[in-house]
Every structure is written in C-alpha cells, then in structure tokens.
C-alpha cells in the first residue's frame, strides 16, 4: 500500500493564479510535473483569469501546431505559453486590477539606449536639444475583433510608452499597461511592441534624427537594454551642391 501510495500521490492541485503560471511556465520550459498539464487542461476553474489563460492556451495548441508525432505546440507556440504565464502573475501581483478583469502584461523593465553619432550628438548638445523615444504596442486582431479597436492598418492598438531623455542617457521603461479592452481583441501571437526614436523638437519644429527602429513580440524586450544607431538626417541624406 505505501508503495501505490509513493507511486500515485501529488502535491496539492494548484488552484491560485500564481501556481497555474508556475504549472504553465513548467510545462513551457519542460520541467513541470508528469500530470500537471493534464490536470490543467481538464479542469473547470471558477477564477475568470485562470479560465481566461486556459483558454489562451488551447488558442495556442491551434495556432501554433506542433512539427512531430508528440506535443502540444511549436517553439514558437511555447513562447506564447510563457507570454501567457507572465500575464497571468502580472494580473494577480497588481494592485490596480480588483475586477477581475483580463490580465494586463506588465514588464518588470526594459530600455533603450541610443547612440548617437558624433555629429549628432554635437549638434543636440550645441542647441540643447533632448531626445524621444516612443515604444507602441500592438496585436493581431483575432477571428471577430470589434472593428472600433483596429487602426488603420488593421491591427489592434494597445498602448504606447514614451521618455524623453538627453544625449547620453538611456530610456528606462518600467510597468508597461496595455488596455486590457484591447488586450482582449488579440490573438493567441500576443503584444508586439515598434520603437522609434526622434529629436525633441525643442530647438526646431522638424525631426533632426535618422535612426534605427525596433520591431518584435513583446517578450523580446523584457529585461532587455535595445540599442538604437542615430545620426543626423543631414548626415544620412546630405544635399548635393553644398
């Protein structure tokens, strides 16, 4: 009897938001318990966030098909996973959501550091000019998103972080909020963010700067310092005959 005993109990059902985060990060990462997904999958969770990651992940398992004979998704299926478990922890651990409203992602942190040419840099300096740095998140619409959520290419707008720093500093962005309205009109690929970076327009009304941009899901830049090149638009396009 002990040995059946040894062979068959478990520790105790996770039931709280950050122990089904935990299970999904487990099974993601391929070290959660033999029957843990099993459990996961098959269970009807009365707490409408833990239902709502369920059914994030069953969205994964069709969107994301896996490539062999075993398994639940892709790679790049997993990462949706572990997108899904951060959202989940982010929504519980926040102060603010008390309705139980769909989890919001918060990032612990991630910055930009743009550097600048020399003649750039000489030139914000000289006029005492600062630098914008603009992140903006976005989705792709799932199968009947509401129209009023779309811009103008079609995709689903969720929120937008901007610093204004000066030559030499970086732009930290701490506690990203998404609109949880428009969170929930995505499908299962999860946020993107674009980052671009443009003069202040403190000492003239036109951009001064050619820059690099980003583009990625948005869990390429958690925890992540981006580095952006810039340098004069004179630079990059210098006019002929002078």
């Not at 999904?24 to 707490?47: K, L």
């Not at 009947?144 to 103008?152: H, N, P, T």
Request: with cysteine; charged share 30%; aromatic share 10%.
């Amino acid at each position: 009897m002990k040995v059946l005993q040894l062979l068959f109990s478990r520790n105790p059902a996770p039931k709280t938001e950050e122990e089904i985060a935990l299970l999904i990060e487990g099974f993601a990462n391929g070290t959660g318990g033999r029957w843990d997904w099993d459990y996961f999958i098959s269970t009807q969770f009365q707490i409408e966030r833990i239902k709502w990651a369920q059914e994030e992940c069953f969205k994964v398992e069709e969107e994301f098909p896996r490539t062999g004979r075993t398994g639940w998704c892709n790679e790049q299926g997993l990462n949706r996973l572990r997108s899904i478990a951060s959202e989940l922890r982010a929504a519980a651990h926040s102060d603010s959501d008390q309705d139980g409203s769909l989890p919001v992602a918060r990032s612990p942190q991630f910055s930009v550091d743009v550097q600048l040419s020399d003649a750039a840099k000489k030139k914000l300096v000289d006029d005492k000019e600062t630098i914008i740095v603009l992140g903006v998140f976005t989705g792709h619409p799932k199968e009947g998103a509401e129209a009023r959520f779309l811009d103008k290419v079609g995709q689903v707008l969720l929120g937008e972080v901007r610093r204004e720093i000066r030559p030499g500093e970086i732009a930290t962005f701490e506690q990203i909020n998404l609109n949880p309205n428009a969170l929930a009109q995505i499908d299962s690929q999860g946020p993107w963010v674009f980052i671009e970076v443009f003069s202040g327009r403190r000492s003239s009304k036109d951009n001064l700067l050619y820059s690099e941009d980003y583009e990625g899901g948005f869990e390429s830049v958690l925890g992540r310092t981006m580095v952006l090149h810039c340098q004069l638009i004179a630079e990059r396009f210098p006019r002929s005959g002078r």
